[in-house]
């Protein structure tokens, strides 16, 4: 079932996502809806989820705020805004899209699309929310070499050499990351600005060798694809 | 010494309120100035005066015993008299040596007089044909004096006998020197009081435009009369050596000359006041009581320094009080005073100098003003220009169109009805906008049915009860547009929803110098101490200083139950804190 929360202070706007999304979304799914940010917020810290719709007015700093919270989670945030200059801005906080009001069918059907884990055309990521200690850091996604999956939460592995925990899934990450990140391997993803070269053994066993050293095993199924990739 | 003091006080009569002279055509008109001062001192040639009343033909002669008479200093006292003779004895060794030129003696006497040297009768000013009684006659003479008496003897006698009946006050200026040098420097005297009236008159033109034009009121009226009456009084200091007007026409001029003297000592003080203010209205009074008082206590002689020394001390306060550019009008004045002390006591034209000097900084701090009120202008019309694209951005702001917008499509998907009713009063408060857009203050009532028209919008799209409470309220009373609308739009981005929907409220409050408006709204304690000076506010703050410069005040604070916005408009004669 997926759980999808909607912030949103209008109480006619919110009826209609809702109304939409029962159209559009053929799983079963659970709907809750907060007409305040700081209720749905305090809701959404006990509560989990796998989509927020959060309507969100970006003209001042309090907007990002909000946003680099809810991008740290382990779920995927849509922001549905009229305030469509902010766009390209919200998409390096890694949302994982903005709909522009007014709400059109078509747009909302894409932005589920992606939910259901096409990966984003768009390179417009540049910073990832992380929490480190309780606090919520930007950490710029070229410092990242790889990432590997922990459970349901990742390990992002800089190129500082330090590691971090993500709240998000590989796959709910990857459907987010600028297209240099590809998936390597079911539990690794490389970020391929940082790969130096392919590393090739008997029995059709690869590896992806990192410029810092770093080795990384590459999925049998994988190789072709991503050695024209590199070369 | 009588002659001194006489010169004095007539040069004083006639250059105070006279010469005086602003920019670089002045400058280099006084540069002239030196060029005619008298070549010699006259307190050496003239060793010694006396005076008596009276009348008889042997007083001319040098052998006649005047040690009776009155000396100098005693003279005040034959005013009354109908004939007074002078006797000047004359240094001849002293006088100046000039191959070229005969020594003569320059005479300004406002009176019919004859001139007697060495006994022998050399001149007067009397016209041809008439007797000394008749009061027929020119002002000033230059008189040569025969050489052929110097050197006959060391000291020489100049008598002088005067009809001063019908002018009294009368005057006595005597400059000896060379025949040559008195003619040149006369005229070049007359030049320079004909080129600096001229000059002084265009400047006064120029103000009287500026004042005309609406551009500087009353200090560039004050100005233009200033500079009026001084070119006033230098152009018939010209008319008196080009025209050489007889006794009757001189003495009507010089009574006018008095009276511009008199005008611009009172049109100092009232400039300076119309300039930078001056809050103490009863001692402005009493300056201008001290200058009249002055007047014939004086005889004018300390009338100037009463209205310099006013004009100073109300420049100070001025400097006090931080106007903008009293430092400027400060040192004018000072350098002025101190030109008239110099002048007083040694000549070399002095007043001149520190009166171009005051015209200069007047000039120079009224143009710097006119500049001021140019840039302010400007930026008047741009802040006009400014709020009133401000005003209709609140009403198309896209997040605000497009969140109608998409309240609209559910309606047409879901409740046709409903969304045309919708775009109605979408279309009623575009109308009531575009109506009051170009308008710097509109009725209270107008304002309120925007926020009607506005909350009537939220209420549909969020579905909830919107009340603006009123109290007090006079709907006739003018108010800047958009203001409470603001207010409502904040209120309703903060506030906190009750049982019956969001309540708002607005109540007008008199005050004893203007009125006061609280707008109320519970919150949900949701506002960010920087939401309190958001554009929201800038915007009325903005609109407040337009309409009413700084007579408004504008507050907003939270309290217990919620946030509370308070605007004071005062009235025009109000008092402000």
């Known amino acids: 079932m997926i759980r999808i929360l909607i912030i949103e202070d209008e109480l006619r706007a919110a009826k209609r996502l809702s109304r939409l999304l029962s159209e559009q979304v053929s799983e079963p799914m659970k709907v809750i809806h907060f007409e305040s940010l700081d209720k749905g917020l305090a809701w959404l810290d006990e509560n989990e989820i796998d989509l927020l719709f959060l309507d969100l007015n970006l003209s001042g700093q309090d907007g990002f705020e909000v946003l ?14 009229a305030y469509v200059d902010k766009a390209i801005e919200a998409f390096e906080y890694g949302v994982l899209d903005f709909i522009p009001k007014p709400l059109m069918v078509k747009r909302l059907q894409q932005a589920l699309d992606r939910f259901s884990g096409q990966r984003s055309e ?3 990521l540049r910073y990832l929310s992380v929490k480190l200690a309780g606090e919520i850091k930007l950490l710029p996604v070229e410092k990242i070499s790889h990432i590997k999956a922990a459970g349901h939460y990742s390990e ?28 390597v391997h079911k539990s690794y993803i490389a970020n391929f600005n940082l790969a130096e070269r392919f590393r090739s053994y008997p029995g059709s066993r690869y590896e992806l060798v990192m410029t810092d050293g770093t080795v990384l095993p590459i999925g049998r199924t994988r190789y072709k694809e991503l050695k024209r990739k590199l070369l | 010494m009588l002659h001194q003091r006489l010169k004095a006080w007539y040069e004083r009569l006639k250059e105070r309120g006279t010469n005086g002279f602003a920019l670089v055509i002045i400058l280099a008109v006084l540069l002239f100035l030196p060029g005619c001062v008298d070549e010699i001192d006259a307190d050496e040639v ?7 009343a009276g009348d008889s033909s042997s007083w001319r002669l040098g052998d006649y015993d005047d040690s009776h008479w009155l000396q100098e200093g005693q003279e005040d006292s034959l005013e009354d008299a109908d004939y007074v003779w002078v006797r000047a004895w004359i240094d001849a060794g002293k006088f100046p040596e000039n191959t070229t030129s005969d020594p003569a003696i320059y005479i300004g006497i406002v009176a019919p007089y004859e001139v007697y040297f060495e006994g022998e009768l050399i001149g007067s000013n009397v016209l041809d044909g008439y007797r000394l009684e008749d009061n027929r006659g020119h002002v000033f003479e230059i008189l040569q004096l025969p050489p052929a008496h110097f050197e006959e003897a060391d000291t020489l006698l100049l008598a002088l006998r005067m009809y001063i009946a019908d002018y009294p006050p009368w005057m006595v200026e005597l400059i000896p020197g060379s025949y040559e040098t008195l003619v040149r420097n006369t005229g070049l005297r007359e030049v320079v009081q004909l080129v600096l009236g001229v000059v002084y008159f265009v400047i006064a033109l120029y103000y009287l435009f500026f004042f005309f034009s609406g551009e500087l009121t009353r200090p560039a009226m004050f100005f233009a009369a200033l500079l009026l009456f001084v070119s006033y009084s230098s152009i018939t200091e010209w ?13 009507v001029i010089l009574i006018s000359d008095l009276l511009s003297l008199i005008i611009v000592c009172l049109l100092i003080p009232f400039f300076l006041r119309a300039q930078f203010g001056f809050p103490y209205r009863r001692w402005f009074y009493v300056l201008l009581t001290l200058i009249i008082v002055s007047i014939p206590f004086s005889l004018l002689e300390i009338t100037p320094y009463v209205a310099m020394g006013g004009g100073i001390l109300m420049t100070a306060s001025a400097y006090y009080r931080k106007q903008p550019g009293a430092e400027y009008m400060l040192a004018g004045l000072i350098v002025c005073t101190i030109g008239l002390v110099i002048d007083m006591q040694w000549g070399y034209y002095a007043t001149d100098w520190g ?28 802040r006009s220009a400014r709020l009133e694209a401000d005003l209709l951005r609140k009403c198309i702001q896209p997040h605000y169109m497009l969140n109608s917008m998409n309240a609209v499509i559910d309606w047409i998907e879901v409740e046709p009805e409903k969304g045309v009713e919708f775009l109605g009063a979408l279309a009623e408060e575009f109308q009531v906008f575009s109506r009051i857009a170009q308008k710097k203050e509109i009725t209270v009532q107008e304002e309120l049915d925007i926020c009607d028209a506005h909350l009537k919008i939220m209420a549909c799209r969020k579905e909830q009860e919107f009340t603006l409470q009123r109290e007090g309220i006079v709907p006739n009373e003018s108010i800047p547009p958009a203001i409470f609308h603001t207010l409502v739009e904040n209120g309703i981005t903060h506030g906190k929803a009750g049982e019956g929907g969001m309540i708002l409220s607005l109540k007008r409050e008199a005050l004893e110098n203007g009125r006061r408006y609280r707008f109320f709204n519970s919150t949900n304690g949701a ?37 509370e916005c308070v605007i004071e408009i005062y009235d025009l004669n109000g008092a402000l804190s």
């Open chain 1, 68 to 81: 680099r919270r809810t991008t740290a989670g382990s779920f995927h945030t849509i922001i549905v805004s």
């Open chain 1, 122 to 124: 768009d390179d417009h």
């Open chain 1, 156 to 183: 992002l592995f800089l190129t500082t050499g330090k590691k971090m925990l993500h709240d998000k899934s590989l796959d709910k990450l990857l459907t987010i990351l600028p297209s240099v990140f590809e998936r």
């Open chain 2, 46 to 52: 003239m060793i010694e005066f006396r005076f008596n």
């Open chain 2, 239 to 251: 008319f008196y050596y080009a025209l050489d007007w007889e006794l009757s026409t001189y003495y």
């Open chain 2, 355 to 382: 009166f171009l000097f005051l015209i200069l900084s007047m000039n120079l701090y009224l143009l710097k003003q006119i500049q001021a009120r140019r840039k302010e202008h400007q930026a008047s019309i741009l």
């Open chain 2, 527 to 563: 506002i960010a101490e920087k939401d309190s000076d958001g554009t929201g506010y800038n915007y009325i703050k903005t609109r407040l200083q337009e309409s009413y410069g700084d007579r408004w005040r504008f507050d907003a604070q939270r309290t217990d139950a919620g946030y």
